[in-house]
């Protein structure tokens, strides 16, 4: 499965190949930067060794030379500035129209479910060639979500959503790691990302006897905490609508304005006195405490759900009327 | 060795007085330098001998030498005791307060009182983390991420934050003393653009350890006092944000690197031109820029979080920052390289550590381009990469330029030369042991070894075993001059006054010192590495 002595890791994500491109400049640059300076000592050293009767000659130094010598460094700096921040940019914005897992990292596990509804634990299977999109959170302290072969990592904090996303584009098995030290088993918290063709995944997907959408269990738990009696869609209830929610920007009592992502539903849940929605009395029950990471989780991809128009949303834009199917997630 | 008895006669800071109530209480900076070297030397073999453990158990894939708790607690208290118990106090606290006073022509210290005083916060905070460590220890790591280290270990957390939160005043006070000094106490005609850049580069160390060690304290504090109190300021289920403790936490520890390194650039700065027989190239840059390096270096701190779960614009406001700060230490590389340009260049012991900082500061450096480059990071961070880099930088920057230093200044200090050609030797094998134990670790962290881990998936065995190789290497580089420097004081030859022909107030004076420096105030009315008019001594020239 993985090589006894790998020089180079797997490249199995559309990310892997532009980050493994700014290493490949940047060590070229490194090992031509180094080479004239470490050629230029021993040049001198070899040179300028002291010889009987020679002095050296005293340089005040040249007003010249610090400007050129500050200023190329500076040039190719800001060179490699922008190529970073390029591939950092795509890889902090998830494409639209991925399929999004959402993960709940503990002491010293990771458990994921598909928005499909099939849970797994310390083993994420993916289909090749889609985006996926990792909703992630931890129920304790701060983990990170790593693969070496995606050339993603991203921190999993308590108390709030962070999120990732990759491509692949090779089938395989992959390391998972957990990046950041969370305690003794820090090194145990470790797990595979199993790429599978499209047509596998669909086999693999069918066969995990999940329980329904995260939408749909969702929608139960919604009913259950009776969110249903404020939360109408005739504007009868005492809450705002949530249908079309997601992804739309949000007026506030103290008249901000804030974007509905995911955080922002969480933290509505969670806390709603701590942004009320303008035109509305804070009335809403805080949940903190009462709702577990996966009941949350599945009442965000809930209300996610809602969302009339796909394209409206960055992020989720799958319509899934309530207890329906999800529908056939298309191959980019 | 005739001349041994007579110079032995002359009255000096070591045989003024004796005893151990001379020592311990004394208020003269040279003795406190001597105090702080004694400490931190034996704090250097402590973590030294965590870090040979450390690699041990990395030698198979499997966790088989210590349990993984054990493990956790070594590689943290490596860190704290490297960190805050010997890189920090290494060169100011034991160079810089022997050179300091003699370097500006000055009897002592502003505060001598301080200074001792400092040392007894640093002894306090040292017996402090010795309890810790002997009682159970700690396993947050020496970064102390909450809510992990308020909420979730169960180790003495809250006495190795009080005992590094002590150690933090006496590098306070030891700064305060040192800018204070700098201002008052120069001697007639010691100007600005006369000192030494090693004053300068202490300058600019003393600055950061004033403006950041307030915020680790505070920091600490407030570990301690969630930990103890349950506050709630790290902790998410009270309201409290994890990621302001990495805010606080980096606002210090990062500007810390540049109190580790500074101060080594500082001693290369005096080594390379006197060994090149030049005034250094571009002296107000070289002053100015480190300089800049306090300043930058206090606006870069969230590049250590770019995973961390901070917003996409911070991340590029912070990434552009860190390639500012790039720029002063490329100038410094060059100038160094520079001053070599049609010099009369020797290789005695403390150049040949002078070529080692450059070289490895060069590649800790421009490992630096790549962990600031924003897409990159995010695959490197946390991962060996990290460790490789840092360790590069502050093991093979700053400890290389601390042995530098403590050769180029042994003779000054204890009166005593070192054997040079077991010198070159250990500076041969540290290098050496250096590249082989750090450089693969690159390589590691490229194919995604986390760092901090236990146990690790096999393929990454074999560089494992590399680096583990070159650690037992690197440790014989460390004990060799232990041994010899311990040796030279008893058997080595007696040291004349000047014995490398250097620049310097400190030169002019006898070896070692009196005990207020000078027997007559010195005069300065000539320019810093006034090479021009200094004799090259007739040892230096010999080779091998
Ligand atoms: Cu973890
Ligand atoms: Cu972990």
Redesign the pocket.
């Known amino acids: 499965m993985f090589d006894t002595f790998p020089l180079w890791p797997t490249r199995a994500s559309t990310t892997a190949g532009s980050v493994d491109a700014l290493f490949i400049f940047l060590v070229t640059l490194s090992a031509l930067m180094s080479l004239v300076i470490f050629t230029m000592i021993m040049v001198f050293a070899v040179r300028y060794r002291r010889r009987k009767g020679v002095a050296a000659e005293q340089i005040e130094g040249s007003t010249a030379l610090e400007v050129t010598w500050s200023v190329i460094p500076l040039f190719i700096f800001v060179v490699i500035f922008v190529w970073g921040a390029v591939i950092y940019f795509k890889e902090r914005t998830p494409p639209r129209g991925a399929t999004e897992v959402y993960v709940v ?1 503990k ?2 596990m990771w458990k994921l479910q598909h928005e499909e509804g099939q849970r797994e634990i310390n083993e994420l299977h993916v289909p090749l060639g889609r985006d996926v999109k990792m909703i992630l959170t931890s129920q304790d ?4 979500f790593y693969v070496p072969a995606f050339r993603i990592k991203q921190d999993v904090l308590p108390g709030r959503y962070t999120t990732a996303w990759f491509r692949p584009t090779k089938a395989g098995t992959y390391h998972l ?7 003794s ?3 145990g ?1 470790i797990g595979q990302v199993v790429v599978l063709e499209p047509a596998q995944y669909e086999v693999w997907l069918s066969g995990g006897g999940a329980s329904g959408t995260m939408a749909s269990n969702g929608q139960n738990i919604f009913q259950q905490l009776g969110c249903s009696t404020c939360h109408r869609s005739d504007t009868q209830g005492r809450g705002p609508d949530l249908v079309g929610l997601f992804g739309k920007p949000v007026q506030l009592e103290d008249g901000r304005v804030v974007t509905a992502d995911e955080n922002y539903i969480r933290e509505s849940i969670l806390t709603p006195g701590a942004k009320v929605v303008s035109g509305f009395k804070p009335i809403m029950p805080v949940f903190q405490g009462l709702v577990s990471e996966e009941q949350l989780n599945a009442l965000v991809a809930y209300v996610k759900s809602l969302n009339p128009s796909p394209s409206g949303a960055a992020g989720g834009p799958t319509v899934v009327p309530s207890g329906a199917k999800p529908q056939e997630p298309k191959v980019q | 060795m005739a001349t041994a008895a007579i110079t032995a006669e002359r009255e000096n800071y070591l045989n003024q007085e004796y005893g151990i109530k001379s020592w311990l209480l004394t208020v003269d900076h040279k003795r406190i330098a001597l105090l702080y070297l004694l400490s931190i030397t034996f704090f250097f073999f402590i973590g030294g001998f965590f870090a040979l453990l450390i690699r041990l158990e990395l030698l198979t894939p499997a966790g088989d030498l210590v349990q993984a708790d054990t493990y956790n607690k070594l590689f943290s208290m490596h860190g704290q005791v490297m960190i805050f118990f010997f890189l920090i106090p290494s060169i100011p606290a034991v160079l810089g307060n022997f050179l300091v006073p003699l370097m500006i022509g000055a009897k002592d210290l502003a505060f001598p009182r301080i200074n001792l005083l400092s040392w007894y916060l640093y002894i306090i905070a040292g017996v402090l983390m010795v309890h810790c460590m002997l009682t159970g220890g700690v396993d947050t790591g020496w970064t102390f991420y909450t809510p992990f280290s308020t909420a979730f270990s169960n180790t003495k957390v809250i006495e190795a934050g009080l005992a590094i939160f002590i150690s933090g005043f006496s590098s306070i006070l030891t700064g305060l003393n040192f800018v204070v000094t700098i201002h008052r106490m120069r001697a007639p005609g010691m100007t600005w653009d006369r000192l030494p850049l090693f004053i300068w580069a202490h300058y600019a160390t003393s600055i950061i350890q004033l403006l950041g060690t307030p915020v680790v304290a505070v920091t600490l504090v407030l570990v301690v006092l969630e930990r103890a109190l349950h506050l709630g300021i790290f902790d998410p289920t009270r309201g409290g944000d994890p990621l302001l403790f990495q805010h606080l936490f980096w606002f210090y520890s990062h500007p810390a690197v540049y109190i580790m390194i500074l101060p080594s650039m500082g001693v290369v700065t005096e080594i390379i031109p006197c060994f090149c027989r030049k005034r250094i190239f571009g002296y107000k840059f070289v002053a100015l820029s480190s300089i800049s390096i306090a300043v930058f270096g206090f606006l870069v701190w969230a590049h250590h979080m770019f995973v961390a779960g901070i917003s996409l614009y911070a991340a590029l406001i912070f990434s552009a920052l860190s390639y500012l700060v790039a720029v002063p230490s490329a100038i410094k590389v060059f100038n160094w390289t520079a001053t070599m340009y049609k010099g009369s260049i020797t290789f005695s012991t403390p150049m040949l550590y002078a070529f080692g900082f450059v070289g490895l500061f060069t590649m800790g450096g421009l490992t630096g381009l790549f962990l600031a480059a924003l897409g990159l990071d995010v695959h490197v961070t946390d991962t060996y990469f990290v460790v490789a880099h840092f360790h590069y930088i502050m093991v093979g920057g700053a400890l290389m330029g601390y042995l530098g230093g403590m050769h180029f200044w042994w003779p000054k200090i204890s009166g005593r030369m070192y054997p040079e050609s077991l010198g070159r030797l250990a500076a041969l094998i540290v290098f050496l042991g250096f590249n082989l134990t750090f450089f693969p670790q690159f390589i590691l962290g490229y194919l995604g070894m ?1 760092r ?1 881990y236990w146990q690790y998936p096999p393929e990454f065995q074999v560089l494992n075993v590399l680096s583990t190789a070159g650690a037992t290497v690197l440790a014989v580089g460390y004990l060799l001059p232990m041994v010899y420097f311990l040796w030279s004081m008893r058997y080595g030859k007696v040291a004349p006054d000047n014995p490398w022909g250097a620049s310097g107030l400190e030169w002019m004076t006898t070896s070692p010192p009196p005990t207020f420096n000078f027997d007559q105030p010195p005069v300065v009315n000539w320019e810093a590495y006034d090479y021009e008019h200094i004799p090259a001594p007739q040892e230096a020239r010999s080779g091998g």
């Open positions: 990292a002491q010293w302290v701060i983990h990170s790691f957990c990046a950041e030290y969370c305690g088993q820090h090194s918290m | 986390p901090r």
